[in-house]
């Protein structure tokens, strides 16, 4: 018998046609898409309200293959960071990220999670430590929200924004990404505003365009880094095939495209590296031009690399330049610093550890 299928990657559509060539219709497909999306059930055989006729093919191909959960870190209403193992061994990481509290004591209900879409990543920006072993594989749809279904089922929370900011590139992962936004976003399935999914990039100008094609767009950020390309080439390995004024091109035709959407240029700034003043002002005029956001983030130190984080004085002139400009800017303040929260760090505690006890 072939092998099963992992239902969590499938969407309506798919699952309607397997029911019609079953002689069923699009209401079977709708309820297993309830059990699983809405009900968060992790075992098949839970879904409600099919007939035995209906329920012995839709176990016959298909089962609901949940991630393992292999270690949590951080408490109940902090930022919590999920490493889960594949069926092949392999590892990716997740983090739930609360809202904030506010001054008044307030908290809003926003709860965030974090995603990979790949088994490590070819594209080596020189601040992150996903890059340092390179891409060994694409995740599927399957695997994408598997991490959103374990996280809702750990932690009994209600997942109410997506950041495609974890391990790997998104947008080198595109089909696969494509179809876990379909579910992301459906009504029939996780049924998160799209204006609260937000796809990050390191700058891939082609497959910006195809994503600004979608028919429900989503939120964009990209890892700019540097205003010019001498300064961007520095951080970010693509600038050498997509520069920067090609990126910006790709950058307008997203906007143009979805006028609703948010567009935010992401800075991690590393002293002495990519602080100046002078690239504060080039920044806010690309940001302004564009009727993007910037969101600054003083660099996290990441073990085995040499750059430092600016003084906290420095940090706060550089964003007040971009904002006396008139660009809307926020300063992100890592929450997940303490728990090694930058991208693949855990994972890669964790491969080093099974290296040690082979
Ligand atoms: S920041 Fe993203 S694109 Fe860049 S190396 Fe890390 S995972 Fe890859």
Redesign the pocket.
């Known amino acids: 018998m072939s092998e099963k299928i992992n239902i969590l990657g499938t969407t309506r559509a798919e699952l309607t046609e397997f029911f019609e060539a079953q002689g069923g219709s699009q209401f079977h497909a709708a309820a297993v898409m309830d059990c699983l999306y809405k009900k968060n059930i992790q075992n098949l055989s839970d879904v409600e309200g099919l007939s035995e006729k209906r329920m012995a093919p839709l176990l016959e191909n298909f089962q609901i293959s949940p991630l393992t959960v292999v270690k949590v870190q951080g408490s109940e209403d902090t930022t919590r960071k999920y490493l889960f193992q594949l069926h092949d061994g392999r590892y990716v990481e997740s983090v739930l990220i609360p809202a904030s509290v506010a001054p008044d004591g307030s908290r809003s209900e926003r709860m965030t999670v974090c995603v990979s879409s790949?088994v490590g990543?070819?594209?080596?920006?020189m601040?992150?430590?996903?890059?340092l072993d390179g891409l060994t594989r694409n995740l599927s749809s399957a695997e994408i929200i598997g991490q959103l279904s374990a996280i809702k089922e750990h932690s009994g929370k209600n997942i109410t924004n997506v950041v495609f900011?974890?391990?790997?590139?998104p947008l080198a992962n595109f089909k696969n990404l494509n179809k876990a936004l379909d579910i992301i976003i459906g009504q029939w399935g996780l049924a998160i505003a799209p204006r609260q999914v937000t796809v990050?990039?390191?700058g891939l100008a082609p497959m910006i365009k195809k994503l600004a094609d979608r028919e429900e767009q989503v939120s964009l950020a990209i890892?700019l880094h540097g205003a010019d390309n001498a300064t961007r080439n520095k951080i970010?390995p693509?600038n050498s095939k997509w520069q920067i004024d090609e990126l910006f091109e790709a950058l307008q035709y997203f906007k143009e495209n979805n006028h609703n959407q948010r567009i935010t240029l992401e800075y991690i700034l590393i002293k002495g590296v990519n602080d100046s003043i002078e690239q504060a002002e080039m920044l806010a005029e690309r940001a302004k031009n564009l009727g993007g956001f910037v969101n600054v983030i003083p660099y996290n130190t990441v073990e085995g690399l040499e750059w430092e984080r600016p003084s906290d004085e420095h940090c706060y002139t550089f964003r007040d330049t971009i904002k006396n400009l008139g660009v809307m800017t926020t300063m992100r303040i890592e929450k997940g610093h303490d728990i090694d929260a930058a991208?693949?760090q855990l994972r890669l505690k964790e491969m080093k550890k099974d290296a040690e006890t082979v």
């Open positions: 790949q990543c070819a594209y080596g920006c601040f992150c430590a996903s890059g900011m974890g391990m790997g590139e990050s990039t390191s890892s970010m693509v991208c693949g």
